[in-house]
């Protein structure tokens, strides 16, 4: 079994950064992405960014190129998100999740990823 630990949500103004990291435990040597979404209240999950694990290959929404980062530690099968110049539109909770194979729909299709964590909040005041 996987388990992906989402931590570093919280409270910011817009403008601001914060920084989540997502470090996934059990059998994770089959690896073959982790990414982020987020869910805000009465809207479905959506895609916000994602890595494959052996070619590093990056993936983002539109809504958050440019401002937003994603990198990861291999060794530590940890996947970090950057967040800079948030806005109160980005307040959702964001999910971690990992995916064991490639998947038709793509890295950025929520079917594709096998193990979800629990999702840490993030809240942008304006």
């Known amino acids: 079994q996987v388990q992906p630990v989402e931590s570093g949500g919280g409270l910011v103004q817009a403008g601001g950064s914060l920084r989540l990291s997502c470090a996934a435990s059990?059998?994770?040597?089959?690896?073959?992405?982790m990414g982020w979404f987020r869910q805000a209240p009465g809207k479905a999950r959506e895609f916000v960014a994602a890595i494959t694990w052996s070619g590093g290959i990056i993936y983002y929404a539109d809504s958050v190129k440019g401002r937003f980062s994603i990198s990861r530690d291999n060794g530590k099968t940890t996947v970090y998100l950057q967040m800079n110049s948030l806005k109160p539109e980005d307040t959702a909770v964001y999910y971690c999740a990992l995916a064991r194979a490639r998947n038709v729909g793509g890295i950025g299709d929520l079917r594709a990823y096998d193990y979800w964590g629990q999702g840490t909040q993030v809240t942008v005041s304006s």
């Open positions: 059990g059998r994770t040597f089959s690896t073959y992405a």
